[in-house]
């Protein structure tokens, strides 16, 4: 593993009201880590998430991100386009709604082919093939290449708006509660998946969950909100197991287990 | 040229001076960044939204004492919207107009551009439906200004390869979208893509008003206008088998008449000047 940090966070802050937003967040991720966010609704989870991934501007604070190319660029000091090509090249965004993450009125296929025609790519041969591709790799089914995703039921969405995001091979991927509405064996599969992808890929993902078990599977390392506070973190089975913090405990005690 | 009286009561071209100003400098602004769509204080226009209204503004704001105005509806001089709009200018500026695409300075068109190529001393003024390409897939006019600002034009090759995947080849036919000047996409209002190669370095100045949108904008003569297509799904416009019912015509664009209640049909020039002009030739040299 890489010594370089691919994303560099130093005291973001974002915050609405008093407690409402982010405060003061620091950390380091490096090259095919996986960090979770955990929280309970309100923490600021989501906040953070939109504030490393460019699509919201904090109140204070830096974030460095280490480029393919070897650079290291302040978030917010670049420009409109390059943040937005970052998110488009070197980054995949996959939101709790697919909704909110996938083109509904055009086909699946279209929707896995985006990136690659925003990027250049102009073969049509080679985006249907890389969008059949992709649809086998995240286990749908090929013939339905070119429904809708309205059509699709909302585990599907979930896997093609992965598709689509992962089609350009990017290094970093923000994950804001991707199994949230999804019923138990649909999110069982779905995490399985991801799993398998994060590793297979060597993906670094920034994931935002409230569901401790999801972040279990697929976190290495955890950092846990409250009122727009850190309040622990550490590796994964450690801050899971052996909770240090009164809200971690009561996070860990609170989890069902039927 | 010489114009005659115009109706009492009314400014040259139906609109005041001040308005003409306002769209003429739109208008060099839309020159100035070909094809990127200026915002501009449309006014209202005796007759409905749809009909004309930008294109009608923008003649307004173009047309001279010595112009010569032709105004063509799907390619023909005589359908009820070229007509009218015709003679509203004929009384309200007494400036001549002409059916003869040779003879006119000024040409406002909706849905085609005439057969004979045109030359630097005319203008071709567009009526505009929808100015955003983007449209279709993006409904937020601020996402869309913005997506044409950073040149996030990716979307733009969604619809063709909806088109591939649906039918097997691009079916888009008209308003097909294109890049003006290796920048801005731009939609060419819904001309057939036939006439997309003839706004390629046009040696005639391309004017697009847009009433209801409330947008102009322009392609300067000579200026690069690329359709946007495929690698291996190249550009291409349409054929025909048959050719013109009147005049013979093998290159021109066709338009499908019904000629009875038992399914014949014909097919026929759009360009009603040109069918005319060729048909003249033909009696002369016969």
């Known amino acids: 593993m890489s010594t370089q940090p691919l994303l560099q966070v130093r005291e973001i802050?974002?915050?609405?009201?008093?407690?409402?937003?982010?405060?003061d967040v620091s950390f380091d991720l490096y090259p095919g880590e996986v960090l979770g966010i955990v929280g309970e609704s309100g923490s600021g989870k989501s906040t953070l998430l939109s504030c490393l991934s460019a699509r919201l501007a904090p109140d204070s604070g830096s974030i460095h991100y280490h480029n393919r190319a070897g650079e290291s660029l302040d978030l917010y000091s670049l420009s409109e386009s390059r943040q937005r090509q970052l998110q488009r090249t070197e980054w995949g965004i996959v939101h709790q709604h697919a909704r909110d993450g996938l083109r509904m009125g055009v086909s699946g296929g279209a929707n896995i082919g985006e990136r690659l025609m925003a990027t250049g790519e102009r073969h049509y041969g080679n985006l249907r093939g890389t969008a059949e591709q992709w649809m086998s790799d995240v286990e749908l089914d090929i013939d339905r290449i070119d429904d809708k995703p309205t059509t699709y039921s909302g585990g599907m969405q979930q896997r093609l708006q992965i598709a689509r995001n992962l089609v350009t091979h990017p290094r970093l991927v923000f994950m804001d509660e991707p199994t949230g509405?999804?019923?138990?064996?649909?999110?069982?599969?779905?995490?399985?998946l991801l799993r398998r992808l994060v590793t297979?890929?060597?993906?670094?993902?920034?994931?935002?969950?409230?569901?401790?078990?999801?972040?279990?599977?697929?976190?290495?390392?955890?950092?846990?909100?409250?009122?727009?506070?850190?309040?622990?973190?550490?590796l994964t089975d450690q801050v899971l197991d052996d909770p240090q913090h009164a809200y971690t405990q009561l996070l860990v005690s609170s989890v069902l287990t039927p | 040229m010489s114009s005659s009286p115009i109706r009492a009561g009314y400014n040259f071209a139906y609109l005041d001076e001040q308005t003409k100003?306002?769209?003429?400098?739109?208008l060099l602004k839309a020159v100035a960044i070909p094809g990127y769509q200026v915002p501009f204080g449309g006014r209202e226009m005796p007759?409905?939204?749809?009909?004309?209204?930008?294109?009608?503004?923008?003649?307004?704001?173009?047309?001279?004492?010595?112009?010569?105005?032709?105004?063509?509806?799907?390619?023909?001089?005589d359908t009820t919207n070229a007509v009218s709009i015709r003679a509203f200018f004929r009384d309200l500026t007494g400036v001549e107009t002409t059916e003869q695409t040779e003879e006119a300075t000024l040409i406002q068109t909706r849905h085609r551009i005439p057969e004979k190529p045109l030359r630097e001393d005319q203008i071709l003024i567009y009526q505009v439906p929808i100015p955003e390409p983007l449209r279709f897939i993006e409904p937020s006019e601020v996402e869309t200004r913005k997506m044409h600002a950073l040149e996030d034009y990716g979307v733009m090759h969604i619809k063709l390869y909806e088109d591939i995947a649906q039918f097997g080849h691009i079916a888009t036919a008209y308003g097909y979208p294109v890049q003006v000047n290796g920048r801005f996409v731009m939609d060419p209002s819904p001309i057939p893509k036939f006439d997309n190669p003839k706004m390629d370095n046009s040696p005639a100045l391309q004017l697009f008003g847009a009433g209801r949108e409330k947008r102009i904008y322009a392609v300067p003569p000579y200026t690069d206008v690329r359709s946007l297509d495929f690698e291996d799904h190249p550009f291409e416009v349409q054929r025909w088998e048959a050719s013109c019912a009147i005049c013979g015509s093998e290159?021109?664009?066709?338009?499908?008449?019904?000629m009875d209640d038992q399914g014949h049909h014909e097919f026929i020039c759009s360009d009603t000047d040109y069918c005319r002009t060729r048909l003249a030739q033909q009696e002369e040299s016969a």
């Not at chain 1, 802050?13 to 405060?23: D, E, F, I, S």
């Not at chain 1, 509405?181 to 399985?192: E, F, K, Y």
């Not at chain 1, 297979?200 to 569901?211: C, G, M, Q, S, Y």
């Open chain 1, 181 to 192: 509405g999804l019923d138990v064996s649909v999110q069982a599969r779905l995490l399985d």
């Open chain 2, 251 to 258: 290159e021109s664009f066709l338009d499908e008449v019904v």
């Open chain 2, 47 to 77: 007759m409905p939204y749809g009909w004309g209204t930008g294109g009608m503004q923008v003649t307004a704001a173009v047309i001279g004492h010595d112009d010569c105005l032709k105004v063509i509806d799907q390619g023909a001089d």
């Open chain 2, 21 to 26: 100003r306002m769209i003429r400098r739109a």
């Open chain 1, 13 to 23: 802050t974002k915050l609405y009201a008093a407690n409402k937003g982010c405060a």
């Open chain 1, 200 to 234: 297979e890929l060597n993906l670094a993902v920034v994931i935002v969950t409230h569901d401790l078990a999801v972040a279990r599977l697929l976190a290495q390392r955890l950092i846990v909100m409250r009122r727009g506070e850190v309040v622990e973190t550490g």
